[in-house]
């Protein structure tokens, strides 16, 4: 039977929305002010401006899966204050940053008090609704995410033009505050049985290295590095192969590597990964042939782009009541159906050079579908893990991300390259026609993926239900 949301859970969920939506903001918004950080900062160096961004990342993408763990064994609510204050902090000392040295060591904080806020909202929102509310709050919550990162870019540039780059960081002071103060007041108290419960030191340890080498792996293929990428993602397997050795011999693993034999966790696991390839890996190929080749300032990029964040926004809200009716499967199944058929349309627009504003219905539909297909991920993620494990479910839904948006720009990127080869050369190509090429190829890439998608979620997925035999027992 559906009970209403009690106040108190409609307060949790403006928290923890506000809460979250600081941290995506903060992913996007700092690169519209990179160069006048570079102007402003002593020592500033390309290297250092790219690590003022990378930083962030990797931190968080390192560290959201032991985060969740954590969060798991000493409770959700202390780490998500206290995360919540470091975050804060953090960005105080980001706009006093005296050199570039500094700011950059400060958004390594901020990423990793970013990875303990984010990894311990999912089990905080699970606390405040049950199972019939729950997909709903996460459409709500995820929505607004989307929203907040769609508008970063446009609220940073308002900044840096009426009070410079350091008002980025000093804005999130009372926005923190005012998060931490009503959080002390509504969210629920962690358990004895939570607080009281050990931890996997040695595991959280190897994970974080694994993640951390994997990311360096992706970072150094996209530079060139092919050495060094070799380095570190042979490093991270050794690890990794380590950690897999350890968690058989542990009671209460970091990662419970049977979690993967439930086979809605796996399906929804894989899709955060084809999601991200998508939606993160194709938008800087997308943008380059929008102002490189049709030539289009950065303002009327951001106002084509538009429709995608609203339709994202759309499109979870919808897929939210969806799950009312229909299972989360067949939600995302129908959603990567239209991701396919966008990304097709998409290809064919580009390697016909159409106007720019005939990608406008193309980019709603997008949106609309790549809202559908995200607002399940954690709704499922919760559902069929035991209680016990929803901060490490939602973890490594958490840590998939970054990954996906990594790969997807090293493999999108490596197409592209190889389609703008063809058309290069002696009497080459003018750069519509060639940048149209490489970006048509990108999408008809980025096609095949949300096709493949499309199988995982109809034949992995399955409806998220507590009572299942699925979300009851982790198998070991």
């Given at each position: ?271 955060a990964v084809l999601t991200r390839v998508g939606l993160i890996g194709g938008t800087v190929y997308f943008v380059l042939n929008l ?72 980019m709603a539909l997008w949106g609309l579908a790549n809202g559908a297909v995200n607002a399940p991920l954690m709704a499922v993620a ?95």
């Open positions: 039977m559906k009970t209403a949301a009690s106040p108190s859970s409609a307060w949790t969920l403006a928290v923890l929305v506000i809460a979250a939506a600081l941290m995506a903001v903060d992913l996007t918004i700092v690169a519209v002010a990179l160069p006048q950080i570079g102007a402003d900062l002593p020592g500033a160096t390309l290297v250092g401006l790219q690590w003022v961004v990378v930083g962030y990342t990797l931190a968080f993408g390192t560290l959201v899966l032991p985060a969740a763990s954590l969060g798991d064994r000493i409770g959700a609510r202390t780490m998500f204050l206290w995360g919540v204050v470091v975050f804060t902090v953090a960005s105080l000392l980001c706009g006093l940053a005296w050199d570039l040295t500094s700011l950059v060591a400060f958004r390594l904080v901020k990423g990793a008090a970013a990875a303990v806020v984010s990894a311990n909202v999912m089990p905080l929102l699970s606390r405040a609704y049950d199972e019939d509310r729950r997909p709903m709050a996460i459409a709500v919550w995820t929505a607004s995410l989307m929203a907040a990162a769609t508008l970063a870019p446009v609220l940073g540039g308002f900044l840096v033009e009426t009070a410079g780059w350091r008002s980025m960081f000093l804005v999130n002071l009372p926005i923190g505050t005012a998060a931490l103060l009503v959080g002390v007041r509504v969210l629920s108290p962690d358990t004895r049985r939570a607080r009281g419960a050990g931890f996997d030191w040695t595991g959280a340890v190897l994970v974080a290295l694994v993640l951390l080498l994997v990311n360096l792996g992706l970072t150094a293929a996209q530079d060139g590095g092919s050495w060094w990428a070799a380095v570190w993602t042979g490093s991270a397997a050794a690890f990794a192969l380590g950690y897999a050795l350890h968690q058989r011999r542990t009671a209460l693993p970091v990662l419970d590597l049977a979690l993967f034999r439930i086979r809605s966790f796996l399906g929804v696991t894989v899709l102002q490189d080749g049709h030539g289009l300032n950065p303002l009327e990029t951001g106002l084509l782009i538009l429709p995608v964040g609203v339709g994202t926004v759309v499109g979870a809200l919808a897929a939210g009541k969806a799950q009312a009716r229909f299972s989360a499967g067949s939600v995302m199944t129908f959603g990567f159906v239209f991701l396919t058929a966008g990304g097709a349309v998409f290809a064919w627009q580009a390697w016909n050079a159409h106007d720019p504003l005939w990608y406008l219905p193309t919760t559902a069929v893990v035991p209680a016990e494990r929803v901060g490490m479910a939602t973890g490594v839904v958490n840590s998939s991300f970054p990954l996906g948006a990594a790969v997807g720009t090293l493999g999108l990127g490596a197409a592209f390259t190889a389609s703008l080869s063809t058309v290069g050369g002696p009497g080459a190509a003018p750069a519509l026609t060639a940048l149209g090429q490489a970006t048509g190829t990108v999408y008809a890439v980025i096609a095949a993926v949300c096709l493949l998608g499309v199988f995982v979620a109809a034949f992995l997925v399955r409806t998220p239900n507590h009572a299942s035999p699925e979300s009851t027992s982790v198998p070991r």
